[in-house]
């Protein structure tokens, strides 16, 4: 089945310790991003990938960090969580940069105390 | 002013009345428009995509664009109880990224 995978799908931590949430897709796309939902805000992209080593900013990347080794996998790394990154994320791909729809993960709610 | 507008409701209508739920927008350039649903606490589940003007149907849904008034509609015929949820529109142009509205709010009355 074709889909987007992320884990953990819950998380709650504490200030300053370092996460990592995952995700994987299995539909060879090139194009990945990462966003994050909050009430009132609307989805907002946290940063974005085109291809393999190929990484950019959203509008909100403060606090944030990506790396993209792989095509399949776009892991969201916070350094050091801070509760302003409490929030629901979402991962979403699609086939590549320009045309094409995307689809998104099921999402990760995390909790920052 | 956003570059898409959507209305956040909530819309509230009968089982089996036909929905109608809209976005404008004010960049000329954006060829690729999406409808998503998202239920509550779950990941936005593609229901449409369209490239330019014209309308496509899929099912009860019916997604229209209008490129010359810079406004997108998405049609649900025969609507269901199930069908309530937030629903989201998106566009994009091959040199820019994906702006989103931010959800109609949809509720089917039994």
């Known amino acids: 089945e074709a889909q987007v995978t992320q884990n953990p799908r819950y998380l709650i931590t504490v200030t300053g310790k370092k996460l990592t949430v995952t995700c994987s897709q299995n539909?060879?796309?090139?194009?990945m991003s990462w966003y994050r939902q909050d009430p009132g805000l609307g989805l907002r992209q946290i940063y974005y990938?085109?291809?393999?080593?190929?990484?950019d900013k959203g509008d909100v990347p403060e606090g944030y960090k990506v790396s993209r080794k792989e095509k399949r996998n776009f892991p969201l790394i916070l350094e050091s969580p801070s509760p302003n990154q409490t929030s629901l994320y979402f991962c979403?791909?699609?086939?590549?940069?320009?045309?094409?729809?995307?689809?998104f993960g099921p999402g990760t709610r995390l909790t920052v105390t | 002013q956003k570059e898409v507008e959507q209305d956040p409701g909530p819309l509230s209508v009968p089982e089996g009345a036909i929905v109608s739920l809209n976005c404008t927008y004010s960049?000329?350039?954006?060829?690729?428009f999406m409808w998503y649903r998202q239920y509550s606490r779950k990941g936005p589940e593609l229901l449409m995509y369209?490239?330019?003007?014209g309308n496509k149907e899929d099912g009860r849904f019916t997604a229209q664009v209008d490129k010359s008034s810079k406004y997108i509609s998405l049609f649900i015929r025969d609507s269901q109880p199930s069908d309530s949820a937030t629903y989201l529109c998106?566009?994009?142009?091959?040199?820019?990224?994906?702006?989103f509205g931010s959800g109609t709010r949809l509720s089917i009355r039994p």
């Open positions: 979403a791909s699609k086939l590549r940069t320009g045309g094409g729809e995307q689809y």
């Open positions: 998106a566009m994009y142009s091959s040199a820019s990224k994906i702006i």
């Open positions: 369209t490239y330019s003007s």
């Open positions: 960049n000329s350039a954006f060829q690729y």
């Open positions: 539909m060879n796309h090139e194009y």
């Open positions: 990938s085109m291809n393999v080593e190929v990484t």
